[in-house]
């Protein structure tokens, strides 16, 4: 009858779609890695079609056909030579259609895979903050088995379960179930074996059953037995067993399937934390969505392999596969690696009151334990997220009508719970909430084992202290609940830089900053037993606008994985093995006052102390959570610098610039600015850095009155909107309003003054402001529209950004000036505030 035989089936598909002609691709695959990203659209969400052929030779007739999906987005059905075979709901787990009944034996068969990735009320995520990316995004496998066979199309995708239902340091039990189908004609009779191998893969024990089978049954087998003095699975010593079940009939094995698993027990106290194998743990790592950079979410395995041991590297022991189950790969590289998961299924953010979205959830929740059971890695079960943040935000909602949602959204979580439940007794439970009294009231945060805290204080909520005295409060008033931290972390971009942090400036300093301190106020509560930094990894989300549009920057990593500061601070306070980093490596150009203000360099490292030496000087320091900061004169120019910790170093240049010298310099370099911000920018094209503000005083350069536009007086950036027309977002985001002059102290010539603009409002008029010889007429509120003069000569009349240009657009506008020695760029307010965003010096 021959074996098994499993290959992937990823190669030369026609794709297409009604906004994609049709084109030769290999899975996996998304119609959504570049228009989600592009300016100005909606990324396509709707239906596209897979199709190829398949020759199935004669000798198939003995076979059972399968195909075997790890993931599609997020309605599929599969025709074979026109006729449906089924339909799969969900685009976050596996499922498995057999297509032996339909198939031609020794002819080519037509296969057809419709994939829609439209929003659909009965299917959950609804609503999120991230890419519903389209298409066949994980691997296609093709799967032939003998007539006798392991069951295969099943919600377990053909998983076999493993559980350990009794574990300790002496002793194990462990069980192993699964379904055997006989698709013959007649009763066969048959034994069944599962071997056991011992995480040196030396084979120990072999179980049998001999049954008998009637044609077209199947039927469930089991084995259990006892184990002396198990090898435990541990973040620090991840040690797999194997398990080899096998089908044999008339002395010929006719299937095999394997598994690995682990021993191992944990408990989650609600006052002492944590403790895996009797051992306190405190878990701390980070959440992680599928897509990168260029891909979308249709990864090849070995970037999930490398996003997960750099996560390892990165001293974690923990990883949230937010929001949904991720590739079958990732769990089998946390059982490698030893990263503990919570795992969980797409209910986000809203629910839909019909039997259709509740059956679909519960079909997900049991996908997903089913297929991943078997990963000693998986200790929770998550089955919602800030469930009712769009009710909480929503202002058209009636009261009857918010009712009616927490009442469903209650019951959902009661079965969900309760299948969980069923289906493994013994993990944890858990899901996440936003910083929100409704859970506490409508009584949704009683239902699972756990509470994850979703937190994002002195990012979205004033005040870093905030957040540890959220969670005293709770734990005070609910002290029987484990509490973990299931999200939090400010927004970052490494083209951001300062030595003076504030919330919402999207600084790589600031990040630290937040991060540092939830750390710290996590190691001080025992009852927290866990935290989990929001992202891992920068992803996509289309309705961002933020200093990246169209990207979530709250990662450790970019977007294409290169790693901002934050991921060497979690080494420093995580890995035991020695460490050091000199911070910056995006930070390199340093701008100071003059020779007496002294240049801020960080220092990471697990050490006590560390070592600074520069070509001049050496310095030392005590470490405080990390962190040495050394505050240093550095003359102009380049500098290396080196740091060292007992037998670490890490060395690092910065090129150090007096800001008094800048005016006098511009004929060698322009002289750039960011405008109404404390930041210095990097433009990643052209490479120029454009210096944070400062006021104007005599013999230098500066601004004139006026103060920082903020947009949300609770935050710093000016606006957070996606400024079109350029991919420089932070530099016109930001801006001086009501500003009266920016002046130069400069020497005789000519010069390139570039004044650069957005207008952040979006209600702002785009009518002519009035008739300017007629003192009578007055504007409206919403006009905004001001004069320009440079040396007393008007350069712009009645600039009204908004008319002239359009809201929410970068506007560059550059003049050539002659200086008799000073450069006065004059704003004459017209109607509304005067702005400007940046200002670029070049002499001619």
Known sequence: MGQRQVQTFNSAWKFSSEVHSERIVDLPHTWNAEDAFRDGKEYFRGKGTYSRNLYTPQKWQNKQVFLKFEGSNQITRLYVNEQLIGEHPGGYTGFVFDITKALKPGAEN????????????????????????????????????????????????????????????????????????????????????????????????????????????????????????????????????????????????????????????????????????????????????????????????????RDYEMIK???????????????????????????????????????????????????????????????????????????????????????????????????????????????DPDRL???????????????????????????????????????????????????????????????????IQTTDPQPWDYSEAYQLKLHRSYLNQVLERDYVFGMAAWNFADFGSSFRQDAMPYINQKGLVNFDRSKKDIYYYYQARLLEEPMIYVAGENFQERYVENAEDKVEITIFSNASEVTLTTSEESYSAKTEDGIAIFKIPLPEGKNQVMATAGEVSHSRTFEVHYRENLVGRIGKKALTINVGAHVQYKDPVTGEIWIADQEYKEGSFGYVGGEVFQKDRNKIQGTASDIQGTENDPLFQTMREGIEAYKFDVEKGNYLVTLMFAEPQFNASEALIYNLSSSEEKPEKTVRSFDIMINGRLVQQDLNLARDYGKIRAVTITYEVQSEGEINVEFVENSGATLISAIKLEKL
């Open 429 to 495: 439970t858990v899901m996440a909430l936003h910083e929100n009294e409704l859970y506490n009231t409508s009584g949704i945060a009683d239902i699972p084992d756990v509470i994850g805290w979703n937190l994002y204080f002195g990012w979205y909520s004033p005040g870093l202290e905030s957040f540890g005295k959220f969670l005293d409060q709770q734990h005070e008033r609910y002290p029987n609940r484990p509490l973990f931290i299931s999200e939090y972390g400010p927004g970052a971009d490494v083209r």
């Open 110 to 305: 037509e296969l057809k895979i419709e994939v829609d990735n439209s929003h659909n009320a009965d299917i959950p995520p609804l609503d999120a903050d991230f890419n519903f990316y389209g298409g066949i995004y994980r691997d296609l496998w093709l799967i032939t088995t003998p007539k006798l066979h392991f069951e295969t199309a099943n919600e377990a995708a053909g998983n076999f379960l493993i559980t350990t239902p009794e574990v300790s340091a002496e002793k194990a039990t462990y069980k192993i179930e699964t379904r055997l189908v006989n698709s013959l004609s007649q009763r066969i009779s048959a034994t069944i074996e599962a071997e056991i191998f011992d995480p040196q893969g030396n084979p120990f024990k072999i179980l049998r059953k001999k049954i008998r089978i009637a044609p077209g049954a199947t039927e469930a087998i089991s084995f259990e037995e006892e184990l002396r003095d198990p090898q435990l699975w541990s973040p620090a010593r991840p040690q797999l067993y194997k398990a080899e079940v096998r089908v044999i009939a008339d002395g010929e094995i006719l299937d095999i399937l394997i598994s690995s698993f682990g021993f191992r027990w944990f408990e989650a106290d609600p006052e002492k934390g944590f403790f895996l194998n009797g051992i306190p743990l405190k878990l701390i790592g980070a959440n992680r969505h599928q897509d990168h950079f260029g891909l979308g979410n249709a990864l090849p395995n070995r970037l999930h392999q």
């Open 313 to 423: 590297e990165m001293g974690a022991n923990f990883i949230r596969t937010a929001h949904y189950p991720q590739d079958p790969e990732v769990y089998r590289i946390c059982d490698e690696l030893g990263l503990l998961v919570w795992s969980e299924v797409p209910v986000i953010n809203d629910v839909t009151a019909s039997q259709a979205y509740h059956d679909v959830s519960l079909r997900m929740q049991r996908e997903q334990i089913l297929q991943f059971f078997n990963h000693p890695s998986i200790i929770m079960w998550g089955h919602m997220n800030e469930i009712f943040i769009r009710l909480v935000f929503n202002n058209k909602m009636t009261e009857p009508e918010k009712a009616a949602k927490i009442k469903t959204s209650v019951e959902l979580a009661g079965k969900l719970e309760k299948v969980t439940k069923e289906l």
